[in-house]
């Protein structure tokens, strides 16, 4: 699978890395430039790419049934895997020093430059913590649009009253967790119980049909 051109693989085992320094562009500028569904252009000559994840242990990102853009969302939240945990914290600097819903404002707000809840596109900096779990459910038919548990994929939304996560697969998402876990990768069902789960798509993805092929490494 490629998009625009860019292996799905590439983007999903870290090649963004090297296809920003290809292009002199930062990682986050390469992200949204994928998630916009557009082959990175040049940068200006000179200066470093500047890597927005913060790597960790590897993980899978299934490729079933979904779009590019939710990909690249995917592949880029599995990069913080290994990352903190801040209950109320601001990114700021993308190191970890987020809760489970400001991590999901700083990958979607952030890296992939969409709109998050109660701000313009591409406006949210991570300076903020930005939308809470209640606002990510309230924004269904805005910002986002609810979808049957049996049609998450990866870059989707997983969202609890107390808790949210980004979707790797149909079965797996990855949240920052709490002080002593932090940032990583859980198993979707049953994990907040007593709690009603609600997935969510952004309205900005379009879903292009049912996707298949080998199952990426992040590295």
Not at 130 to 155: D, E, H, K, M, N
Not at 181 to 186: A, D, L, N
Request: aromatic fraction near 6%.
């Amino acid at each position: 699978m490629t998009v625009k051109g860019v292996p799905l693989a590439m983007v999903a085992a870290g090649g963004v890395l090297a296809w920003s320094g290809l292009f002199n562009k930062t990682v986050t500028q390469t992200i949204q430039d994928l998630v916009r569904g557009k082959e990175p252009v040049p940068g200006p000559p000179g200066g470093t790419p500047l890597i927005s994840g913060s790597g960790g242990a590897g993980g899978v990102v299934g490729t079933g049934t979904g779009n590019p853009q939710g990909q690249v969302i995917a592949a880029d939240a599995l990069g913080y895997q290994g990352a903190g945990y801040e209950w109320d914290g601001v990114p700021a600097d993308g190191t970890g020093h987020w809760d489970c819903s400001s991590f999901a404002n700083w990958v979607i707000g952030h890296d992939t430059g969409m709109t998050v809840p109660g701000y313009p596109r591409g406006s949210y900096t991570g300076t903020s913590h930005g939308p809470s779990t209640l606002a990510w459910l309230a924004s269904i038919g805005t910002v986002t649009t609810r979808i049957p548990r049996s049609q998450l994929a990866p870059g989707d939304l997983c969202v609890w009253q107390t808790h949210m996560g980004i979707a790797i697969s149909g079965r797996q998402m990855i949240s920052a967790q709490n002080p002593s876990s932090g940032t990583r990768v859980s198993g979707v069902d049953g994990f907040i119980p007593g709690e009603v789960l609600v997935c969510l798509r952004l309205r900005q993805v379009t879903t292009t049909g049912t996707r298949s092929g080998p199952r990426p490494h992040h590295g």
